[in-house]
């Protein structure tokens, strides 16, 4: 019996146990975890995207979005705090709804995080592209865009990027928690900057009409409207289960995790709302039609030849940029200021692929350690001691995507395996109060019969306002996953042969036998 076949939650808490981490983290220290994990591309990189869906109302678009991730952070937090462990939702799913749907979950981890750090090398090369140009060097764009785009062929720079950053990972360069915290503070500094520079030029009438597209423009499955883009720019708050991981290291986590997650989402949000007005009220943000009206999808080749056509006739929109906040400081007349939020883009940014695909390796790695996926790919390097098989061929992956595909639609398929993601863990807190009410929370999510629910509506949502063929990404890619399970992982899995995971200090240790009950 495929739901059967569920990995013994007591043996996962027992080896976690063994870490016995201290609990020294408050809400102050967890709200700056949040804020720095979260605060990245998103909103470096896909402003102008969100212009092109929903005009101003992507202000609107931002609000929506961080609540929808604060629902789902709140069922995140209890399945985090119960089942300290890697594998993230995988790992919880595995514990709670069976081996198949933990599969499905691990699977649409692995689209989320690769296509994530493609999407971010996208964002990178906009931001590179853009300080070379200003400093006189133009590449032509049949090396910095894809096919996508008119003279376009390969996004050379965002695939460099990518693989550069793909064989860091595999000699084992890691960042310390003291270079992270700087490019936290120069993320920060650069949207404080941003905001104080736009905020006083703001002009009312940049804001007019504020929703040109509505809610969902033409309807749900465009993309367009406020929802479509809230649904694009939800990839701007991920990050936030930084916070929930961290329950098991957190004072008080009933009380400190649920305010640092709050408290992370509520800054990020303000922040986001303050950059957007900025942008909006300073050069603009309304969304371009096609020659004879019409909408057009961002990353199209129609959008791109329009935005072609605009710029020869002496015109770039906000729409049209790949660099969005440095466009608006340099249109403002602050090139200078531009180009400063332009290389904080470029020093930051390459941090978070580093994170993703650590991120998608982990997932990698933990279901080839449970016999999901051929045990050849945990492969350990002798000299590195890092997974280098798996790194390799998701860099490979990550950098093949970037050279190729629009950031706009590498965020919106990140964004189907994520929503996927949160949905399932969502749906494993309800089932988990139902069948083992009286198991240990150190964090119990707040008025969860509500919460939880809302977190499914929200991730639903979502999902069904990204363009149709974002959409259809999922189930083609759960697809092609199913295939491989019922192929491999359905018989070579532990749990089917009788093996229990071993998980994190003792990875290394052989597999102990289930027990007689189990």
């Given at each position: ?19 016995s ?10 709200t ?22 929903a ?7 931002f609000v929506?979005?961080?609540l ?15 089942v ?31 296509v ?11 931001y ?33 990027i ?14 310390s ?7 936290v ?9 941003f ?17 040109p ?45 649920p ?10 949000t ?6 957007s ?40 929109p ?24 332009g ?36 492969k ?43 949905f ?25 019969y509500?919460?939880?629910?809302l ?40 749990v089917?042969?009788g ?20």
């Open positions: 019996m495929i739901f059967g076949r569920v990995k013994p939650l007591d043996a996962i808490l027992a080896t976690a146990e063994k870490k981490l201290t609990r020294t983290l408050g809400p102050w220290q967890l700056l975890l949040g804020v720095g994990a979260i605060i990245g591309t998103g909103i470096f990189v896909l402003t102008s995207e969100a212009a092109q869906k005009g101003p109302g992507m202000m609107w678009s929506i979005a961080g929808v991730c604060a629902v789902a952070a709140l069922c995140y937090s209890e399945l985090a705090s119960m300290p462990v890697a594998g993230s939702a995988y790992t919880y799913t595995y514990a709670v709804m069976g081996e198949l749907l933990a599969w499905m979950v691990g699977f649409a981890l692995i689209l989320e995080y690769a994530s750090a493609s999407a971010v090398s996208v964002g990178w090369s906009g590179f592209v853009g300080l070379l140009a200003n400093a006189g060097i133009v590449l032509p764009p049949a090396l910095t865009q894809g096919f996508y785009a008119p003279g376009g062929f390969i996004n050379l720079p965002a695939m460099v990518a693989l550069l950053v793909t064989g860091l990972l595999m000699i084992g360069t890691t960042e928690a003291r270079v992270n915290a700087v490019l503070v120069i993320k920060v500094t650069a949207l404080v900057i905001i104080a520079i736009t905020l006083p030029m703001m002009k009312g009438q940049n804001f007019d009409p504020f929703m597209n509505g809610w969902t423009g033409p309807g749900l499955g465009t993309g367009f409207g406020a929802l479509g883009a809230a649904a694009s720019i939800f990839f701007a708050y991920v990050g936030f289960d930084a916070v929930s991981t961290a329950a098991e290291e957190t004072k008080n986590p009933q009380r400190n995790v305010i640092g997650l709050i408290g992370a989402l509520g800054i990020c303000v922040f986001y709302l303050l950059v007005a900025g942008a909006i009220g300073a050069v603009g943000a309304q969304p371009i039609a096609a020659p004879g009206g019409g909408l057009l999808q961002p990353g199209s080749t129609a959008f791109a030849s329009q935005c072609q056509s605009l710029l020869a006739a002496g015109r770039e906000l729409v049209c940029s790949k660099e969005a906040l440095a466009f608006v400081l340099r249109q403002a007349g602050h090139p200078a200021l531009g180009n400063m939020i290389i904080a883009a470029f020093v930051a940014l390459p941090s978070v692929i580093l994170i993703m695909l650590f991120g998608q390796t982990r997932i990698f790695f933990v279901m080839a350690r449970d016999g999901l996926l051929p045990t050849g790919l945990a350990i390097h002798p000299k590195w001691k890092t997974p280098h098989v798996i790194t390799m061929i998701t860099g490979v992956a990550v950098a093949g995507f970037a050279a190729f595909l629009p950031v706009g639609q590498l965020a919106d398929i990140s964004n189907s395996g994520t929503l996927f993601a949160f399932m863990v969502a749906l494993s807190v309800l089932v988990l109060r139902r069948t083992q009410p009286d198991r240990h929370r150190p964090f119990r999510t707040p008025f969860v509500i919460v939880a629910p977190a499914i509506i929200g991730t639903v949502g979502l999902y069904v306002s990204l363009p149709l063929e974002a959409m259809l990404v999922l189930p083609v890619w759960g697809g092609i996953g199913l295939v491989i399970y019922f192929l491999y992982g359905y018989r070579k899995s532990n089917a042969l093996i229990i995971e071993v998980h994190e200090l003792d990875a290394d240790a052989p597999p102990e036998p289930l027990p007689p009950h189990a």
